[in-house]
């Protein structure tokens, strides 16, 4: 099978963030699909900014393992303003159809959404080559925009809303990543045989827990006295960085917490700003790193926390980050309502509060840290909940299969795996 991937931020272990879409494509390769991608240039959270002239980097071919990888020109300052991250979406859209071109045929398509404009060029670009279309929704957009109060103008609004039932109406299949978005849109009338849960998964001999990478990590930052709290991540709007900032301000008399925030987005500067206008002692902002590294990270804190603004559309979140927590057995507090907090507490990996409650996260930050066996307890619940819930290479395959099936509607599976 010939596998065509369209995902702006294509990138692999090396680059900051999470790499789903590299894994699967590698994974695809393994099993001997041959598999292009066509991406942009650089990954969401990657800070290091193109050097040579954009002339010269309107379309780029690399090969990655057995992946071909078709680079477009995107403008990269996606971080700076919401302007920027605009002009990024715009970019990729226009360009990417050359990649696409450059690409030839292939017997199906997967496209990652959002970004949603440049998946509907893409959708356009299978419709008239007739290469069957898979979409896969990352997140429910525009939806997530509105609620957030990021996107405002009706027209566009309107706009967005248009090319979603599009794509979702021109999809042979339809990947969600969360049962939260699975049900939505299937309660918006989209048929439950066209729409496939395929969650984020773990893969476990990449995160587990491992205590020569926490002795030696905290060794490196000096947090070897304290009791870390760790979040590992995006630092966007959506995230709801504040409510860490306004806790760990409740807790600076007590020289035992450190709180560390490792990532980067739009909301990077602004978090150092805010840091600085509260006087903040006991917290850290530290720079993005590799995907191979988050295992150090992870292991290193003693506490991790996942968060998300308070709106309705999160209910059906499932944040990378806090699977990964749990696959390094490390107790999780979870502001986030709906599907995250049912993981969390049917898990027994950790305590959930309010979104918005500084004073809750406060209050069960002391509770956890004067009780090392509950963490432990915690801990070891959330790696077993994972490892029976969260196989990565299940949902490979699952991906896989979906991909097969829209490519040839009689294909059946017969075998398990490659």
Known sequence: MKVLVIYQ???DRTAPGHSLVYELTQHLAECGHEVTVVSGETGYMDPQQPTIPWHRRLVRREVDGNVTVIRTYTYSELHRSYLGRLLSFISFSLTSPFGLLLAGRHDVALASSPPI??????????RIRRIPFVLEVRDLWPDSAVQMGILKNRHLIAIMRWMERKLYDGSKKIIALTQGIHDDICRRGWSRDKVELVTCGVDSSRLYPDENARSATR???NWNDRTVVLYFGALGEANNIPVILRAAKRLETSSEFLFVLVGNG???DETARWMAKMQIK??????PVPK?????YINAADICLATLRDIPLFDGAIPTKMIDYMACSRPVLCGIRGEAQQIIESSGAGLSFVPDSDEQLAEQLLELAANPGLRQEMGAKGLEFV???FSAGEMREHA???LQQAADPEYVKVANGC
């Open 9 to 11: 931020y294509y990138q």
């Open 117 to 126: 404009f440049p998946v509907f060029i893409a959708w356009l670009f299978c």
């Open 219 to 221: 060794e490196r930052f």
């Open 266 to 268: 739009m909301k990077r």
């Open 282 to 287: 006991n917290i850290q902002l530290l720079p």
């Open 292 to 296: 191979e590294h988050a295992r150090a």
């Open 387 to 389: 490892q029976q819930r």
């Open 400 to 402: 896989e299969n979906t």
